[in-house]
């Protein structure tokens, strides 16, 4: 992908950024989300991030299979009613995305047939079991993700690393067949141009975007890994593990403290991390937010790293995403402690 068709990807950001703002049609008002960390913001920001990606996509994609593209819509659609208010309801929500999930997984022919370990490998060779185990992934993935937009840049940061890792496999190592290296290219720019105007807070993801962006990342990565089975699974699931495991523990702390798993809340991981940098005055308001969405992305990027070196060795990459839970609850346990004081 050349320069030119960046340009053309900015230039498609500013058009739609600057209809959205002149006719006031998702500029939030500082309440779209009750995970997003406020910090200090600028008036009135745009929740660009579904429609400016799933324009982008459908205008250099339009070629991908009917069934994609029907569920990149949908998908955007259906977060796009989260965005405005319209459907508030977090377990129909819910529904509707495993809904379309199944419908994508089935008709696209989505697959984890291999995760390393016979006994469950067995289950896997069901189709039925396949079936929901990748829808499973899929929305774990998505709802994961949606948590990860409180910050600005931290989302569009972690996935823009994520897809700029398989372009540095896939030059590494010729033997792999990357699919549709355009795609991987197109959107690490679609997402370059977001990032920058993310960080100042003048546009959001919002549930829109998030909701496309992981579908899509995630449709890619789980036929990446199933064209190159000589990879090891947990070499994806390294790159994925920080905004599936940011459900898992969200759902965890719920169950135990008798919480809806529905229901939101800011005591997410960088949630903490925000609190404690504002609380203690470290660093202006002005940065804090931003600085916290560097911090995360630094702390990954280790793990990435060694995965890059090591991504047919799966008990290599098991150990780093164990390393990477077991450090980032030792993290949680010390900022709420503190914040609790």
Not at 29 to 47: E, L, M, R, T, W
Request: proline content about 3%; glycine content about 4%.
């Amino acid at each position: 992908m050349d320069l030119k068709n960046l340009f053309f990807i900015f230039f498609i950001f500013i058009t739609l950024y600057g209809f959205l703002k002149k006719k006031e049609f998702l500029v939030d008002k500082i309440s779209y989300s009750d995970h997003k960390i406020i910090g200090v913001q600028n008036k009135s920001p745009v929740i660009i991030g579904g429609l400016y990606i799933l324009i982008t996509y459908l205008f250099f994609y339009y070629s991908h299979s009917l069934i994609l593209i029907a569920s990149s819509i949908l998908i955007t659609f259906l977060g796009l009613m989260s965005d405005k208010n319209i459907l508030t309801n977090p377990n129909k929500r819910l529904i509707y995305q495993f809904s379309i999930l199944l419908l994508l997984s089935f008709f696209e022919n989505l697959q984890i047939n291999d995760v390393k370990f016979e006994i469950f490998n067995l289950f896997l060779s069901n189709e039925y079991f396949n079936l929901f185990f990748t829808v499973f992934c899929l929305a774990i993935l998505i709802n994961g993700s949606n948590f990860l937009d409180g910050l600005n840049g931290l989302l569009a940061g972690y996935y823009m690393i994520t897809l700029i890792s398989i372009i540095f496999l896939v030059n590494f190592y010729p033997e792999i067949d990357p699919i549709d290296y355009n795609f991987v290219t197109t959107l690490i720019y679609v997402l370059l141009v977001f990032f920058i105007f993310n960080i100042f807070g003048l546009v959001y993801l919002g549930d829109s975007g998030t909701y496309l962006l992981s579908l899509l990342i995630g449709v890619y990565l789980i036929k990446f890994n199933y064209n190159n089975d000589f990879l090891s699974p947990y070499y994806i699931a390294v790159l994925l593990w920080y905004p599936a495991f940011e459900n898992f523990f969200s759902l965890f702390r719920r169950f135990f403290k008798k919480q809806k798993a529905s229901s939101p809340d800011n005591l997410h991981l960088h949630h903490m991390i925000f609190l404690f940098l504002q609380n203690k005055k470290f660093f202006s308001k002005k940065i804090v937010n931003p600085l916290c969405s560097f911090i995360i992305l630094i702390f990954n990027l280790p793990g990435f790293f060694v995965a890059y070196n090591f991504p047919t060795k799966s008990f290599i990459l098991l150990s780093i995403i164990f390393f990477n839970i077991l450090l980032y609850i030792i993290i949680y346990y010390f900022f709420s402690k503190n914040l609790i004081k």
